[in-house]
Nanobody
Framework: QVRLVESGGGLVQAGGSLRLSCTAS????????VAWFRQVPGKEREFVSS????????YYADSVQGRFTTSRDNAKNTVYLQMNSLKPEDTAVYYC????????????WGQGTQVTVSS
């Protein structure tokens, strides 16, 4: 069974940067795609970005387009989320998730990492 572990969260001032990592362990990791989501207490989980594991195609929510960049290191079974020009509204718990097939759902989730952006 695959396990996803996020790291890299923390407290940063508005305008600053953070890089989150999502590392997979367990059996061979070869998903169709890995995504980042975020959630604020009392609100629905929000899609942030995704990347296909083989081709490296990336997709972003409008709210982070141009500020966030997702990348992957297949050899390390790791996906990154580089977050620049952070805003207080980016404050949330960030989760990574994997889905196995193009038409599937994200069925493997990490435990989340807190990102707090102070104004």
């Amino acid at each position: 069974q695959v396990r996803l572990v996020e790291s890299g969260g923390g407290l940063v001032q508005a305008g600053g940067s953070l890089r989150l990592s999502c590392t997979a362990s367990g059996r061979t990791f070869s998903p169709y795609a890995v995504a980042w989501f975020r959630q604020v207490p009392g609100k629905e989980r929000e899609f942030v970005s995704s990347i296909t594991w083989r081709g490296g195609s990336t997709y972003y929510a409008d709210s982070v387009q141009g500020r966030f960049t997702t990348s992957r290191d297949n050899a390390k079974n790791t996906v990154y989320l580089q977050m620049n020009s952070l805003k207080p509204e980016d404050t949330a718990v960030y989760y990574c998730a994997a889905r196995q097939v193009v038409s599937g759902v994200y069925d493997t989730w990490g435990q989340g990492t807190q990102v707090t952006v102070s104004s």
